[in-house]
């Protein structure tokens, strides 16, 4: 019956958001509602001490990472850079390609550290136009959207200054470059994979006769945009050094700032009574941090005029963002550790624990697990090691294997099921695209299928070969 209530509470966020409603509403609704049915007297103490408490630890440790990345979404827009970047990759790839040029477009723009959802609003004007004059369903957008920024550079390749790939580093000391060979086996997996669906489903449109505004999408003002625009060789490549900056600053950063706090910091020396810092635990924190001002300063040196003239409400609009993101994750982080507490879950995770006595396979599976009950991949990737991270390094240590395939492994595990429909950014991108889950949350789902499995695949090349 325990296990049955955690269910319940699941699937009726679940349904609330796949209908539309705000996770920041209903996810301690529901929680609590799992809490009431438990024990009626926990309901007060679990609202104030488990699920506010988390999410204010989960806003305490992430919100200037998600900050900076609204607001460098917001200066590469601003600037014309995301363009700029577009009509290379147009050029490149060639406009009839238009489902590959917006995988790329988003992988770029989320691999330099711009959070998911500004990517998601960064990139839709591109993908409208684009599929409009390929006569490619817009219905797909989001599928398509959903594989360039919520999976492989995500949490995939190594170096991804995304959240996912920044929390196991407080938690096993690693950085953000763990375990590289098998990060990249990976993304090329989803990769393949994903495009091989997207192709698939825009060929059986096509045969079907389906174009841009069919399935019952909204009809919309037409987003004309030119992409031709000519600009020189030397401008074509000044767009890509604020990213490239991003990519390189954390792989220097993360070697630098532990020289610069070989011991961590200690504020008894200066009489401040606040908990010491252990650099190891902050150092992908920090570095991410300082990498996105990089990023946003340079950005704006690209094209200062039009950011300069557009400050004031591009500012606006990035915040808002920001803080959309992260109260969609904190809730959902809330949410997810309410239920980790309850005595159901202890039966579930025993359970995985029976089953899968190998740290790999029941990090991903706990990972995943919590991913999807949260709705979130940081929020079930945070829960996961607060829970368990102490016991993963301890089997990781009697099995032999590095801390950096741990963090890994679990990294992508955490991009698995956390795009069910409860997700805030499955619900965003929805929103921005003016869809619905009716009509396009199948392609989504489809290619969280593929992410989940290639979280499994690289376990298995690393106990076959060995590889990290």
């Not at 996810?27 to 988390?54: H, R």
């Not at 908990?275 to 992908?284: A, F, K, L, R, W």
Request: net charge positive; hydrophobic share 50%; aromatic share 10%.
């Amino acid at each position: 019956m325990e296990l049955v209530i955690i269910l319940l509470a699941l699937g009726m966020l679940m349904f609330i958001a796949y209908r539309g409603f705000s996770v920041i509403m209903f996810a301690p609704l529901c929680a609590l509602f799992a809490v009431l049915l438990t024990n009626p007297d926990w309901v007060l103490p679990f609202f104030s001490n488990v699920f506010m408490g988390k999410m204010v630890e989960y806003i305490k440790l992430y919100f200037p990472i998600f900050l900076l990345g609204a607001i460098f979404g917001k200066v590469v827009e601003m600037s014309g850079l995301a363009r700029s970047i577009a009509t290379t990759l147009i050029q490149l790839v060639g406009r009839k390609r238009a489902m590959l040029v917006i995988v790329l477009l988003c992988a770029i723009l989320t691999y330099s550290g711009i959070s998911l959802v500004v990517v998601a609003f960064a990139v839709y004007p591109f993908a409208a136009n684009l599929f409009r004059q390929s006569n490619i369903p817009k219905r797909l957008i989001p599928g398509t959207i959903a594989l360039g920024s919520f999976t492989f550079t995500m949490d995939s390749l190594p170096g991804s200054p995304q959240v996912q790939n920044v929390i196991p580093t407080t938690f096993f000391k690693t950085n953000l470059y763990a375990a590289p060979t098998l990060g990249i086996i990976g993304a090329i997996f989803i990769f393949i994979f994903g495009m091989l669906y997207l192709n698939s489903r825009r060929k059986k449109a096509e045969k079907a006769g389906e174009g841009y505004d069919c399935f019952g999408t909204i009809k919309e003002k037409q987003i004309e945009m030119d992409l031709d625009q000519t600009e020189s060789i030397g401008r074509k490549i000044l767009a890509f050094v604020p990213v490239v900056l991003v990519g390189v600053l954390n792989k220097v950063l993360t070697t630098l700032i532990p020289k610069w706090y070989p011991n961590g910091f200690d504020f008894s020396k200066i009489d401040l009574n606040f908990p010491n810092i252990e650099t190891s635990q902050v150092v992908g924190i920090w570095s991410v941090e300082i990498a996105l001002i990089f990023g946003i300063l340079t950005t704006i040196l690209y094209n200062r005029k039009p950011i300069v003239m557009n400050f004031k409400d591009g500012m606006s609009v990035g915040i808002a963002g920001a803080l959309l993101a992260i109260m969609n994750s904190a809730t959902e982080y809330g949410f997810g550790a309410v239920i980790s507490n309850l005595p159901g879950f202890t039966i579930a995770r025993d359970g995985i624990a029976k089953l899968f006595t190998n740290p790999l396979l029941n990090g991903a599976v706990t990972t995943n697990v919590l991913s999807a009950i949260s709705g979130s991949a940081s929020a079930g990737i945070a829960i996961s090691l607060g829970i368990m991270a102490d016991k993963y390094i301890e089997l990781a240590t009697q099995f032999g294997i590095p801390l950096e395939v741990m963090h890994r492994v679990i990294s992508m595990a955490s991009g698995g099921m956390d795009t069910l429909p409860h997700n805030g950014a499955v619900i965003t991108l929805l929103a921005i695209t003016g869809l619905t889950h009716k009509q396009s949350y199948r392609d989504i789902f489809a290619v969280t299928i593929i992410k989940t499995i290639a979280a499994f695949f690289i376990i298995g090349v690393y106990l076959v070969t060995g590889l990290v």
